[in-house]
């Protein structure tokens, strides 16, 4: 039941990111969950989950869930880094479904404006806390 669905619901957040003109006219298909492949170019957009937890009540399981991700973006440009940080916040709000998961609208927690040195170039990176209420589609 959880992985198969843990998996649902990680694509079907890539697919609405991919889905956004915004996002993809600035990260093309660069759009990972857990590690960018080295070689990838920047822009480019990098989610985890933090914490999936399995609310129980004395019927079982209860159907609609909090995930907590992480979403990363990475930019050359700190101005591309914000425009990014902002199209994937645009686009993970608002209530939605799709692969048989309803989305409710979605929190950002907070935004954190980070980077590092790596050889000749500056990586800026907005690394954005979302909770994410989700359950399957009846």
């Known amino acids: 039941l959880h992985y198969p669905l843990r998996r649902q619901r990680q694509m ?3 697919d609405s990111l991919l889905e956004d003109a915004a996002v993809v006219a600035l990260a093309g298909q660069r759009v990972y969950w857990v590690t960018r492949p080295q070689a990838s170019s920047l822009p480019a957009v990098v989610m ?3 914490s999936d937890p399995r609310p129980q009540h004395l019927k079982g399981v209860q159907e ?3 995930t907590r991700v992480q979403i990363d973006a990475f930019a050359l ?3 591309e880094v914000r425009q990014l940080a902002e199209a994937i916040i645009g686009t993970l709000l608002p209530e939605q479904a799709g692969n048989g998961i309803v989305f409710s609208r979605a929190m950002v927690d907070g935004v954190r404006d980070l980077g590092e040195q790596t ?3 500056y990586v800026y990176r907005a690394s954005i806390d979302m909770r994410v209420w989700w359950q399957t589609e009846e």
């Open 12 to 14: 079907c957040i890539r």
């Open 48 to 50: 985890q989950t933090i």
């Open 64 to 66: 609609l869930r909090e």
């Open 77 to 79: 440009k700190y101005q």
């Open 119 to 121: 050889g000749t170039h």
